[in-house]
């Protein structure tokens, strides 16, 4: 399975844009690229997911490199519920698609 | 309100015990999934379901069990082979999800500690 590496950790000023990286180097062409939050002890939090196109929605916005071996989320105004850890993860388009791999995620935190 | 419930919120016991986690969603979803948390660590899949009555080991399955009577429906059995049962256990669902194209939702999970 294709895997995913963020940095462990980021920080950010409140109300300033945050670009949180993914590196996934051996995606392959249909996986999909998706999104997720988690606060401490609650379940993640859908965000945003895409193949090959930008995509944007109310939370969030996400980056996709034209060879699809790195992506970007990005919050335009990050507010101090924000901080979170971010999962960058890859879901396959295969007979074991519901499969997900989840690394060990970003830490976002926001300060005041 | 539409959601995935999971029960209890924490739970204990005892060393060499079985005990089951409740997963349930009224969202419809064809698909549900397990997940095992350790501190500071990510997500890893135990098992999933595309269907009803039907589904596959994930990474790290030994040790586990589940069962899908009931759409509605996913529980974990986390048996005593389970090395190291202690954790955080998330429940997710989606709809059928052939290409990867769906988001999960995910319950607000069961801590498990094991004395």
């Known amino acids: 399975d294709a895997k995913t590496t963020q940095p462990n950790s980021m920080e950010s000023n409140e109300e300033e844009p945050v670009h949180l990286p993914c590196n996934h180097s051996?995606?392959?062409?249909?996986?999909?690229i998706h999104w997720y939050r988690q606060l401490p002890s609650q379940g993640p939090e859908y965000v945003i997911h895409?193949?090959?196109s930008n995509v944007n929605n109310r939370m969030a916005s996400l980056a996709i490199a034209e060879d699809r071996k790195s992506s970007t989320l990005i919050l335009h105004r990050a507010t101090l519920r924000d901080a979170a850890v971010y999962y960058c993860?890859?879901?396959?388009?295969?007979?074991?698609?519901?499969?997900?791999?989840f690394g060990d995620g970003t830490t976002l935190t926001v300060k005041p | 309100d539409g959601g995935i419930t999971q029960s209890p919120k924490y739970l204990f016991r005892k060393e060499g015990q079985n005990v089951t986690l409740s997963c349930e969603q009224n969202?419809?979803?064809?698909?549900m999934y397990w997940y095992r948390q350790d501190p500071g660590q990510g997500l890893r899949l135990i098992y999933y379901?595309?269907?009803?009555?039907?589904?596959q080991k994930g990474d790290i399955a030994e040790g586990y069990s589940v069962s899908r009577e009931k759409k509605e429906s996913f529980p974990l059995t986390v048996t005593s082979a389970q090395k190291n049962p202690t954790a955080f256990y998330l429940c997710?669902?989606?709809?059928?999800?052939?290409?990867?194209?769906?988001?999960?939702?995910f319950g607000p999970g069961t801590r498990l500690t094991v004395l």
């Open positions: 895409g193949l090959t």
């Open positions: 051996t995606i392959s062409g249909t996986d999909y």
């Open positions: 379901s595309q269907i009803v009555n039907d589904f």
């Open positions: 997710a669902s989606s709809i059928f999800d052939y290409l990867g194209n769906n988001e999960q939702f």
């Open positions: 993860i890859l879901r396959s388009s295969n007979t074991n698609a519901g499969k997900s791999t």
């Open positions: 969202l419809n979803h064809d698909a």
